[in-house]
């Protein structure tokens, strides 16, 4: 097998009880509300707004040959730019003051999966920094259409899931830009391993993110309740 194979197999396997854990069992029973959703998008800003620039980072810490894809890798840090506006853009659309979540600080979860993979990526090995982003693009593949039917059949408008429909699509592409990454630039042993510890960290570290969403809403954690308290407060515009 080549590396994107073994990088495909080991996700394969680390998300295997993806299905079970609570907040895709919550889709699953009807248990998931438009109020997880408000959360989860207040989540998603705090870390996608990180991730464009931590990639073109990336692409600094490369050494000789491993730059021969950078003026790709760059394209894709470009495309995945302003997806952290599109996430404040759902979340009024919804009824909330974005505000509130983009001034608010990211729940502890959303921070360390954010920062466990910049670490990796400063402190470890830059090619690291791929594991994580092949699993949140597969993520987006494998479980957005799942959460958009269930929005759906909460009433949720499509104008309040753009996020979630761009990566449901644009993922399919970036998931294969991935795998271009693995086969060419991790070619030796050890890099693969740095590669499948990062992505693993990321695949554990993204579920407690999730469950801290759940949390956060059915507990009434201070972050939920001060967006929670701007509901219905501001505009909600009738189109995108
Ligand atoms: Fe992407």
Not at 106 to 134: C, D, H, I, K
Request: glycine share 6%; charged share 25%.
């Amino acid at each position: 097998m080549n590396s994107a194979e073994l990088v495909r197999e080991a996700w394969l396997e680390a998300t295997a009880e993806y299905d079970s854990i609570p907040f895709f069992s919550a889709i699953a029973n009807g248990n998931f509300t438009a109020n997880h959703y408000a959360m989860l998008l207040r989540e998603i800003y705090h870390n996608t707004h990180e991730n464009p620039e931590a990639f073109a980072r990336m692409t600094g810490l490369l050494r000789g040959d491993q730059r021969k894809l950078n003026k790709k890798i760059l394209r894709h840090s470009w495309q995945e730019s302003g997806h952290d506006q599109m996430a404040l853009d759902d979340l009024a659309r919804l009824g909330y003051d974005p505000g509130a979540a983009r001034d608010g600080r990211a729940l502890w979860a959303t921070e360390a999966f954010t920062a466990f993979t910049s670490f990796q990526m400063e402190r470890r090995n830059p090619l690291a920094f791929l594991g994580y982003v092949y699993h949140l693009e597969n993520v987006a593949t494998s479980w957005g259409p799942k959460l958009g039917r269930c929005l759906h059949s909460l009433g949720i408008r499509p104008e309040a899931m753009s996020f979630l429909m761009e990566h449901s699509e644009a993922d399919i592409t970036h998931v294969k830009f991935n795998e271009e990454y693995f086969r060419e630039l991790v070619t030796q042993e050890k890099d693969l391993e740095d590669v499948l510890y990062g992505l693993r960290g990321a695949v554990r570290l993204y579920s407690l993110m999730l469950q801290s969403v759940i949390d956060a809403v059915d507990q009434g954690w201070p972050e939920w309740r001060a967006l929670d308290g701007t509901f219905r407060k501001t505009a909600v515009p009738t189109c995108p």
